[in-house]
């Protein structure tokens, strides 16, 4: 029977300190007058950044992940299975709705970024800043934990692609984890997003060009 957990990213909200993010905020203040900001860049899904140094490339990138993780909400679902499903011995758990609303995206030292979420958990409902490492392939971010341990609640590692509006990865806690994906959609169009899968409306494929 598979003990239900919440995924890695409830459980860092939860737990990570406010005296670690002050000292990578002061760091990311002095950047960000280098730094290209969110509204510096506005591309479509599956558009490259456009630059003519590596530098100036990562600049871009840079600017497109902090406008993609700029009032957003993660919509999607999770899944979890035991120390035999990490085996590969037991199945995944049925998937499980989840839901976070991310406020903003900062760059502190090296790889390492303050992303700002409103959590949302029993009679909770507070703004809070964690601290990730964000790593690339290529022109994709990925949100890294690596065996961080959180107060009260266990150790955690996870990775999340971040992708053309879209996320999927995989977490980890102690002899548990699994896997998450969904949609990253503009809190501005989540209710209208809302209402359309009440409706059930069916999404179906673009025609086959005609030969």
């Given at each position: ?112 970024w303050i992303i700002t979420a409103r959590v949302q958990f ?90």
């Amino acid at each position: 029977m598979f003990i239900q957990f919440r995924p890695f990213i409830l459980a860092a909200l939860a737990a990570i300190g406010s005296l670690v993010i002050a000292a990578v905020t002061s760091t990311a203040n002095e950047q960000s007058a280098t730094q290209p900001t969110a509204q510096d860049v506005r591309m479509a899904p599956g558009d490259s950044p456009k630059a003519s140094t590596p530098a100036d490339k990562r600049k871009a990138l840079e600017a497109k992940f902090k406008s993609t993780l700029t009032d957003v909400v993660f919509r999607g679902s999770w899944q979890m299975t035991n120390a035999e499903g990490l085996q590969g011995k037991a199945p995944l758990s049925p998937p499980h709705t989840e839901r976070y609303t991310i406020k903003g995206v900062s760059k502190g030292l090296d790889d390492n970024w303050i992303i700002t979420a409103r959590v949302q958990f029993a009679d909770r409902d507070v703004e809070l800043p964690f601290n990730v490492r964000v790593v690339w392939a290529e022109d994709v971010p990925i949100i890294t934990l690596d065996k961080t341990e959180l107060p009260l609640l266990g150790t955690y590692s996870a990775r999340v692609m971040i992708h053309d509006g879209f996320y999927a990865g995989t977490w980890f806690g102690t002899n548990y984890g699994g896997v998450l994906q969904g949609q990253i959609i503009k809190a501005a169009d989540e209710k209208r997003i809302e209402e359309m899968a009440e409706k059930a409306n069916e999404i179906t494929l673009p025609p086959k060009p005609s030969k």
